[in-house]
Structure formats: C-alpha cells, structure tokens
C-alpha cells in the first residue's frame, strides 16, 4: 500500500488557467500536468495520501475505485520518473518515461501568460549595495532597499498574481543579511528562483542551503579569464578567486551556474578563455556584447563597448554569439505570434508576462526598461499590473508607432530594445543607436549592403 508521497522541495509550481505549471530545478525539467493531474497535485500538496486521493477522484468525476487508482498511479509513475515526487515506499513499480522538449514547453508557457497577461517571470532587484564597484555598472547604489517584511508581503501578492519564476539580484543580492531569509520564503510560496551575483560572497553554507530549495540556477558574473582581467573590472582585489569560490560552492551543491560573461574592449582579448573555463567549471556560459548607458544618464560607459571590429569577430564567431541570451530579432515575434503583417507586433513584450521591481519598491517592465508603471508603496501589484495607464500604453504600442524603424530594411533581423532607446536617446520610441550598429554589422556579415 502507497501510504504518501511527497513532493521533492526543488519543485516550484504555479497555475496558469486551470492547469499546473511545474519546474524541478533538479534535473531542469518542465511540465505542464492537465486539469485533473493539477487537482491531484494540489491535494497531494495539501498532505493527501493515496487512499484519500482514491476517495477524492472518485467523488470528483463518479469514477470507479479501480478507474481512480489506476489513473493516480499513472500520474504518480509520471511525476516520480521525471523526480517531481518522491514516494516514501517502493513498492510501486516506477515506468521510466522519455524527457520531455523543455524548450518548446517553456515556450507556450510563455505564448499563454502573454495572452492572458500573466506576470510569470519577475525580476526583483532586491538592492543596490554591492561589495564591488565595475567600471560598466549602471545602476545607483545610493537607493534605499526595502525590508525584508515588505518583500514578502510583495512576494504574496506576485504569486497570487501567478509569477513562477522570480529572480533576485542587485547590486549584490547576497550583501543582505537577510538574503537566505528572502530565498526561503520565496521558497514556501513554491516559486521557482533565480539568483543573479558576483559569487564573491558565496559560501559552502550558503550553496548547501540554497540546494534545499528550487533555486534553477544562479548567474554568476565573470569578466575575465585571468585575476588581472577580472579585478581590473571589478576594481576589487580577489574578487576573480572569490567568484570562482563561489562557482565550486554551487556546482558541488548541485546547484545550476551560468557564468555571465559582458564583453568590452577591455576583456575581449579574453573571450575564448572564459568559454574554457565555464566549461572546465561545468558551467553554461552567457556571454553578451551589449554594454548600457547608466541608469543616470551618464553614456561613459559607451567606450568600454566593443569597437566595430570586435563587435563583427564577436558576430561572426557563431559558437560564442550563438550563447547570446538577448533579445531576439523582431521576424521571431512575427514567427511565434502569427503575425501576418510585422508592424502589428509589438516593439517588446515586457509587461505582457514580466516585469522587475526596484529595491525602492517601483514596477518596471523590465530592468532595463527605465519607465515606471507602478510603486507598490501606493498601490498593489494587481491594481498596477491590470490598471496602470502606463502599463496599458506600452501594451498597446506596435512596431509601426516606430516611424523611424518600421520602416528600415533592417526591420525583421533587428533585435531593437525599447530600454536602450530611452536610455541613449530619451525616447521610447525613437532609434537605439547601438542596435542599429550591431544590426548593421551583422547585415554587412551576411554579405548585404553597408547600413552603417
């Protein structure tokens, strides 16, 4: 006799419609249990065991005793193959089952949110401190955090808003005291978690801790092969040996790492020995060419982008560009969205299924996108995520609002970010002189004409 199962604790999950979304940051796999399987869930969630599970389908669907037990023991063999319960009695043979196309899943999970307007995917800037001050950075470390009692209570409301993935960053989000704290919670309200940081402030105890939770993966920052590289970016002595600390912390608790890796002039020397070192690390490795304006205006940061010359070697290496986990080009929302014509589109899609909040306690579409829908310290997020009018102006604008670039030839393989265009010109919906380089560049790679 099955007397319980439980449910492994890296499993995060979240309703989308009446069906359960559920990730095991174990083994990285993704499902998406139909109706019936997500009452199962719940209620085994809720501590039901197999023979009041029984009891349950029975009354819920007027199925025969035998009829219910073999369907929960079809849906308990699929869930426990692919590690998303654990039974506490073996004598239930367990079938195994193929893996499932993770991608694709993620994929209409995220098509739904967007046509339902779920926020699934958060992004929480839970602080501006950081102990390391890099030449690139553009935020302002001055701002003031929020507590840990108000994060929770916004963690509340962005589950019952059906957010799954949330990620916590910074600054460094691990210069909190009361950083574990927030991942346990976090951790309660099942949602699967990210965790964006320098790694300098990881510890054995900390990865250990981490591993009892659904954390999919933490991103750590790597700005060089080498300590000279790395610490002259930084401008913080140690922090290349203190990362890759970190690193070993978090691979050998099982934890997930992918090594963000932001290109400039400064390392790019460097790039080849930082893809072998992420894979010596056993690590994924995310590099990016894209190097922003500070959150203040200030466009210093412009000279530490790649030259031209650099920016095409990077373009036309294909294994390293092709790790580039950006923004894609606007012909894939015209792929993905049925679009017949692309203008119908819209310019981004922050704010249909995501958006980030600021230590302050503001509502962003996205971090990179500086224009405030929201500030939780006047109004829920529910009230800003269905009521905003900034929210809704940006939901309803189109490619062809773009009266600049909807009409470029460059259009479809663009990969035009609405957060850089403010930030470099101001507007919203005016050019992002930088996308218009590197689309250029990658044009003029594929043998066409010199837009540049």
């Not at 099955?2 to 979240?14: A, D, F």
């Not at 849906?75 to 991608?103: T, V, W």
């Not at 002039?265 to 080849?272: M, P, S």
């Not at 017949?340 to 996108?369: E, R, W």
Request: glycine letters at 6%; hydrophobic letters at 40%; proline letters at 3%.
């Amino acid at each position: 006799m099955i007397r319980e199962c439980l449910i492994n604790p890296r499993v995060g999950w979240r309703y989308i419609d009446s069906e359960i979304v559920a990730f095991n940051c174990e083994n990285q796999q993704i499902v998406i249990w139909n109706e019936t399987a997500s009452l199962l869930w719940e209620k085994i969630a809720a501590g039901m065991d197999f023979n009041d599970l029984i009891e349950f389908l029975t009354n819920k669907y007027s199925l025969s005793n035998k009829r219910a037990k073999r369907d929960i023991i079809t849906f308990l063999q699929e869930a426990n193959s692919c590690g998303f319960i654990d039974y506490n009695n073996k004598e239930l043979k367990i079938e195994n089952q193929n893996d499932k196309d993770g991608e694709n899943i993620l994929l209409t999970i995220e098509m739904k949110a967007i046509e339902n307007l779920i926020p699934f995917a958060v992004t929480f800037e839970t602080t501006y401190v950081c102990n390391e001050k890099c030449i690139h950075c553009y935020i302002d470390h001055n701002q003031l955090s929020l507590s840990l009692s108000e994060i929770r209570h916004i963690l509340n409301e962005i589950a019952a808003a059906g957010c799954l993935f949330v990620s916590f960053t910074g600054g460094e989000f691990f210069t909190r005291n009361d950083a574990m704290e927030i991942v346990e919670y976090a951790s309660k309200l099942h949602f699967v978690i990210d965790i964006l940081s320098n790694g300098t402030l990881i510890t054995k105890s900390i990865a250990d801790k981490l591993a009892l939770h659904p954390v999919r993966r933490v991103q750590i920052s790597l700005y060089g092969a080498t300590p000279e590289t790395h610490d002259l970016i930084t401008n913080l002595t140690g922090s290349f040996k203190n990362t890759l600390n970190g690193i070993n912390f978090l691979t050998k608790a099982g934890i997930k790492v992918e090594i963000a890796f932001p290109l400039m002039g400064i390392n790019f020397h460097e790039r080849h020995l930082v893809k072998n070192l992420a894979r010596s690390l056993g690590c994924l490795l995310s590099p990016s060419h894209v190097i922003t304006a500070r959150n203040n205006g200030k466009r210093d940061t412009f000279q530490l982008r790649l030259n031209d010359e650099q920016l095409k070697l990077f373009l036309e290496d294909k294994e390293l560009s092709a790790l580039y986990a950006g923004r894609k080009p606007f012909q894939d929302h015209q792929f993905y969205f049925k679009f017949s014509d692309l203008a119908d589109a819209a310019p981004c899609y922050s704010g249909f299924n995501s958006c980030a909040i600021t230590p302050s306690g503001k509502v962003l579409p996205c971090n990179q996108l500086l224009y405030e829908i929201g500030d939780l310290k006047k109004n829920s997020f529910s009230k800003i995520w269905h009521n905003s009018p900034q929210i809704q102006y940006l939901r309803d604008l189109t490619i062809s609002k773009l009266t600049k670039c909807s009409k470029c030839q460059l259009l479809t393989s663009c990969a035009r970010c609405p957060g850089l265009a403010l930030l470099e010109g101001g507007d919203l919906l005016e050019l992002s002189p930088e996308n218009c380089r590197i689309s250029a560049i990658n044009h003029s790679l594929k043998g066409g004409e010199n837009y540049g």
